[in-house]
């Protein structure tokens, strides 16, 4: 007891003249609670050499003190009116029970009335002598009676006044928790050094974070409710931002956005006339919101209107193989084509008077730009056929943004609204749609039912499981809470850097619910096996290293993903890691009020969890673990051996099938290209660009013809190059409008006269003005086509143009590769490939960025655990190959978000890692608490994505549900003392 008492007091030499205790307890003011910084030596007979020690202390006035030795060895000792209690590494290495010791009592009123600085209760005890001069005092105090004086021995204090500090334009008296136990040089030091000022100030900080949590809530109901935000539905944000080319990023963006503002329907019946009427019951509908969507309109003044576009320019539009017949064929060739079109019932199209095109020339050229699409006008419809049903085509405009959520909320049910129309006019007809904004639509009602699911479903988990561990809704109420700040935090942070929130994130984020709430329940389980008069504050400043670890740790892994080429998942890793910060931070800010020792109840959940703890098998050093080790090792080697990857962007593919399958039925009947696959020609001039369009379609007239492709499209279909059309305009010179040409001959066999040859040549002549691009495409009929040509690209310097390819199959992709190598300006576009390269790029590299996650996390690490640090990374390292190994052996190839997902297991694993190791050697069984509580919710909330319908989703799900779970049962082998200890 003597040397218990001496660690806590200074003792010196006397002060022989009687103190003014009146004028020195002037100078002392005594706040409900000091705290500061002690700095005590301890001279024992027999030694030379004086101990030092240094350390922080806490007085509650009224209650009891805390002192803490920090250094040399750390300790505890807590004193109250009834006991005093002293700690020693975490564990109760002595108690003194004033019921059982009755001078405990005793003591403990002269220290509490020492360290309060109350003088006049200590002048009954002690001969108080000192003095009082010019603001500073000292104090000398010898016990009046011998077995106090054996006890204590002789004490010596020391001081100043307190100094007045300036504050918001008034003098206010600044406290210094150091002048009690006398310390000079440090009056002025503020009483918040070296943390103390966390346990001043924890009421402050909690209004503080009060403020936070009460703006973080307003600014959420003004978003959802005033703002009326809605989720972003683009599936794009999933894809890389390929900036290094600007001609190239423009000319996707082109064909992307053309198609995303585009809804096609085919409306059919067996027979036309069915057809037809289902089609004007769908047109119907749409005609009511005209402001929602656009109908295009066919009819033969359109038809007629469009042809005389081309007249002023029909001498120069010909096939490739009517241009090689007329440098090979000779005059009576063209005479018998001419006389056939003339006498025939039928000679094909005949766009005007036989005089306007006499030897078919522009009605081939017709005939071959037909040949782009089975689509015909008929009856003032757009007509295509199979073999089981006729359609009416009609092409939509959306006047409304595709990806817009509240425009897909409203066009989607108009659609449906009109089927039905469709349907009930005509029950046997079929309704076949395609467009973005019905994939987006079905993505968007995907998510949302996912965010319901796995939101809902994590919450509920997480409700029981706290419910069975502590049998008290405020547990459950303290982790909803903390999961909602996460929440509403991470929004309000991502909408004021993004400006918009993607709906996959919202997703993605419901399953921060797992993570979130491991720092609650750290702490209500170390709260719930602590002792019930430890102060909360204390056990959270116990814990403080550990929740600082585990939150460092996980934004690691998180860290991991926001290095990634892919914006929404850039944002899903932002929300995440805030959501975890702000959930930190409640967890620091509110729990050490909100509950206190006693306060919790341990459920039947604890014990039986607990009980199970010494029966787990731990890693030693013996033959065992070397069996099992190498048990492990063939089983990793085996199922790596079967590991494949698969880095097809495809897989992201989560439209519903109905929506797929009406696609490509869709893309049969119209012979649609994809605007995924193309070649991309660049040159310094429109001229430039048409002829290199020119001689790549030469190289791609055998793919055509040996059924690769089935046709091409391109602005030089239209437009042919200045230098083809004058090319043009001399063979038409010289082989059939010459003095001796065709026409001359036709008309001596018609018997014409040499005016009629005249008359007729000066016509076909005028209709030889150059075309341009520019004046194509000021006209209707260049609409369909518009997209094709990017034109002038200013970020480049150069002009650039699009040729889209129809029927393309996967077995076609070499030889189309092939076919631009070599050409200057020309480029093969495979986004597909493209995409699916970067994913198999930054899968590689992903792994490369999770190996020095361990690295770093495990320098993150060192200074604290030293040589036991393996011990906390072991666990998840084992989990992540043997995951791997998982998945070889299910024969599930490896792609980008399984080593993402491995990332974040690497932050989320390390955490039960950390809380059996902080808790090592004395309280094992809170440890696994908190390990097994936070490792099931995280399965709850990241294993529900394994259910996602979104590949990407389910692969990281997959990957944290099986990683986790290994994690939660590898822990406790790797502990390096007894789990029953």
């Not at 000079?184 to 001043?200: E, F, K, N, Y």
């Not at 329907?265 to 036309?272: I, N, P």
């Not at 209707?780 to 518009?786: D, G, I, L, N, V």
Request: proline residues 5%.
């Amino acid at each position: 007891m003597k040397r218990l008492l001496l660690i806590l007091l200074l003792v010196c030499g006397g002060v022989n003249a009687a103190a003014p205790i009146a004028e020195i307890q002037s100078m002392l003011s005594r706040p409900d609670i000091l705290c500061g910084r002690f700095d005590q030596t301890r001279q024992l007979t027999g030694m030379r050499k004086p101990l030092a020690s240094n350390g922080r202390f806490c007085v509650v006035a009224g209650k009891g003190v805390l002192w803490r030795t920090v250094q040399p060895f750390p300790s505890t000792l807590r004193l109250t009116r009834d006991e005093i209690v002293h700690f020693q590494g975490g564990r109760v290495a002595m108690r003194l029970d004033a019921r059982q010791e009755p001078t405990v009592r005793g003591i403990n009123s002269v220290l509490f009335a020492l360290l309060a600085g109350d003088l006049s209760q200590l002048d009954s005890l002690f001969v108080v002598e000192g003095s009082a001069d010019a603001g500073r005092w000292q104090v000398a105090l010898t016990a009046r009676e011998p077995a106090l004086a054996k006890a204590i021995g002789a004490i010596t204090l020391d001081g100043c006044r307190e100094r007045p500090a300036h504050h918001a334009g008034r003098w206010q008296r600044r406290p210094d928790p150091h002048r009690v136990l006398g310390d000079p040089d440090r009056c002025r030091r503020a009483a918040g050094r070296r943390g103390s000022a966390v346990l001043i100030n924890r009421k402050s900080l909690a209004l503080a974070w009060l403020l936070v949590v009460s703006l973080l809530l307003a600014h959420n109901a003004y978003l959802w409710l005033g703002k009326r935000i809605v989720p972003d539905t683009d599936i794009m944000a999933l894809l890389p931002v390929q900036q290094r080319d600007p001609v190239l990023q423009q000319s996707f963006s082109h064909m992307v956005d053309t198609a995303q503002q585009r809804v096609i329907v085919l409306v059919g019946a067996a027979g036309w006339t069915d057809a037809r009427r289902a089609a004007d019951a769908y047109r119907a509908v749409l005609a009511g919101r005209p402001d929602l969507l656009q109908t295009s309109v066919t009819d033969a003044r359109v038809e007629t209107d469009w042809l005389a576009r081309f007249q002023p320019h029909k001498l120069f539009l010909l096939t490739d193989q009517q241009q090689q017949q007329l440098a090979t064929q000779p005059a009576s060739f063209w005479i018998e084509a001419a006389q056939r079109m003339l006498y025939s019932p039928f000679g094909g199209p005949k766009p005007g008077a036989w005089q306007d095109d006499p030897f078919g020339l522009f009605g081939g050229w017709l005939q071959e730009r037909a040949q782009e699409t089975p689509v015909r006008p008929r009856d003032g419809r757009l007509f295509v056929a199979d073999a089981e049903r006729q359609y009416v085509l009609m092409p939509l405009t959306l006047k409304v943004p595709a990806l817009s959520f509240s425009a897909q909320q409203a066009v989607m049910p108009l659609l449906e609204q009109a089927a039905t129309a469709a349907r009930q006019a005509v029950p046997q007809a079929r309704v076949i749609s395609a467009g973005v904004i019905l994939h987006a639509a079905a993505a968007g009602e995907q998510a949302s039912r996912e965010v319901s699911t796995i939101g809902i479903g994590s919450m509920l988990g997480v409700i029981l499981l706290m419910w069975l561990s502590f049998r008290s809704f405020k547990p459950i109420g303290l982790i909803v809470l903390t999961i909602a700040i996460g929440c509403l935090g991470a929004l309000s942070v991502c909408w004021l850097l993004f400006g918009r929130i993607h709906l996959i994130t919202l997703v993605f984020g419901a399953s921060l619910i797992g993570i979130a709430q491991d720092y609650g329940i750290y702490y209500l389980c170390n709260r719930l096996d602590a002792d019930p008069r430890l102060d909360s504050v204390t056990l959270l400043r116990r814990l403080m290293p550990g929740l600082s670890l585990t939150l460092l740790t996980t934004i690691i892994g998180y860290a991991g993903l926001m290095i990634t080429p892919f914006p929404g998942l850039r944002q899903m890793a932002l929300f995440s890691g805030l959501g975890l910060l702000f959930a930190w931070l409640t967890v620091i800010c509110w729990f050490p009020l909100l509950v206190r020792g006693g306060s919790l109840r341990r459920g039947r959940l604890v014990d039986w969890y607990g009980a199970a703890l010494p029966f787990w098998p731990r890693l030693r050093a013996n033959r065992m673990s070397l069996a099992l080790l190498a048990v492990l090792l063939a089983v990793v080697a085996a199922g790596w051996s079967q590991l494949g990857a698969n880095d097809d962007i495809r897989l992201l593919q989560t439209s519903p099938p109905q929506l797929i399958s009406d696609q490509i039925a869709l893309s049969k009947l119209l012979d649609a290209p994809t605007p995924v696959q193309y070649y991309l020609v660049r040159g310094s001039s429109a001229e430039q660009v048409l002829q290199r369009e020119e001689l790549l379609k030469t190289r791609l007239a055998p793919l055509i013809a040996q059924q690769q492709i089935s046709g091409v499209q391109a602005l030089s279909n239209w437009v042919p190059s200045l230098q083809t059309q004058a090319a043009r305009r001399a063979l038409i010179e010289q082989k059939l409008l010459s003095a001796d040409g065709a026409l001359a001959q036709l008309a001596a066999q018609l018997g014409e006269s040499p005016a009629w040859v005249a008359t007729t040549r000066q016509h076909l002549l005028a209709s030889g003005q150059p075309l341009t691009p520019q004046a194509f495409l000021q006209t209707p009929a260049s609409e369909p086509w518009r997209h094709l040509w990017l034109g002038a690209v200013k970020e480049a310097d150069t002009t650039a143009s699009i040729v889209a390819l129809r029927g393309v199959t996967p077995a076609s992709l070499p030889a189309l590769q092939q076919a631009a190598s070599g050409l200057d300006g020309v480029q093969w576009v495979d986004k597909v490939g493209e995409i699916s390269s970067v994913l198999g790029s930054y899968r590689k590299s992903m792994a490369w960025v999770v190996l020095a996650g361990y690295a770093l996390v495990f320098g993150l690490l060192w200074p604290r655990y030293r040589h036991d640090t393996w011990r906390v990374l072991a666990p998840t390292t084992l989990a992540s190959i043997l995951t791997l190994a998982v998945f070889g052996f299910a024969g599930q190839p490896l792609q980008l978000f399984h080593v993402l997902a491995l990332m974040l297991l690497l932050g989320v694993g390390v955490d039960y890692g950390i809380f059996m190791q902080e808790l090592r050697g004395r309280q094992h069984a809170t440890a696994w608490l908190a390990a097994g509580l936070s490792a099931v919710s995280t399965i709850l909330s990241f294993g529900l994505l394994g259910l996602s319908s979104t590949p990407a989703l389910q692969a990281f799900g997959l990957t944290m549900l099986i990683g986790t779970a290994l994690v939660w049962l590898i822990v406790p082998c790797f502990a390096k003392e007894a789990l029953h200890d």
